[in-house]
């Protein structure tokens, strides 16, 4: 016998109203959050025409934060459209680092490429495929990298976990070589000409901002 036959009036009504209130909380919660994951469209043409900007630092400075030790190797500043973005919680570079963004600028800013790229992140890496290349190979590495976002601070942390597929994303900060205490080390590439194995950037933010074009 279900209890809640004998219950009075008054409490079946309450308890329905609950579940009815739990219910809507959640459905506004979902939207809530497809709503901010959506991808920012834009027409064809260049959304970021400017190339990142590195000054390579022969004796840059050095910290510790986050239980590692930092190491700068250039300053390192880039606008660019956010291809997409992959969260990290449970591998060792997400001790530090909680997001990747790949990043596009030039003509991997430009709609009319994109489209005809198939993009996605897994295990650190940014990978794409076509079925034929919208541009040269040598400008579509040159001018797209998947970057390792380490925050200096929460509120960076929040504004980085906050980018959306699409938006512009403006990133102050360094290029860093960094030490865990239990050996590990990570390095970032000092080049946009790169690939395969090292070459993604290990960027310490200082100053994110974002916009829709």
Request: glycine share 6%; proline share 4%; aromatic share 8%.
């Amino acid at each position: 016998m279900n209890s809640d036959e004998n219950a009075p009036e008054w409490l079946q009504w309450l308890k329905a109203r609950w579940a009815l209130g739990v219910g809507a909380t959640l459905v506004v919660v979902w939207a809530t959050c497809s709503w901010n994951a959506r991808a920012i469209g834009h027409p064809p043409g260049v959304l970021v025409a400017e190339e990142p900007m590195q000054e390579n630092l022969a004796d840059g400075k050095s910290w510790e934060a986050k239980s590692h030790s930092f190491k700068a190797l250039a300053r390192f500043h880039i606008k660019a459209r956010v291809l997409s973005s992959e969260r990290y919680r449970f591998d060792r570079p997400a001790e530090i680092s909680p997001v990747d963004l790949a990043l596009g600028w030039g003509r991997m800013s430009d709609s009319a490429v994109l489209e005809k790229l198939d993009i996605h992140q897994s295990d650190r890496w940014f990978h794409w495929s076509a079925e034929t290349l919208p541009l040269p190979m040598d400008q579509l590495i040159s001018h797209a990298a998947n970057m390792h976002m380490i925050p200096a601070t929460r509120g960076v942390e929040r504004d980085l976990m906050r980018i959306r597929e699409g938006q512009v994303a403006t990133l102050d900060g360094y290029l860093v070589h960094v030490d865990g205490k239990d050996g590990w080390k990570w390095q970032s590439s000092m080049t946009r000409e790169d690939s395969g194995e090292g070459a993604c950037e290990v960027v310490w933010v200082e100053r994110v901002s974002m916009a829709d074009r």
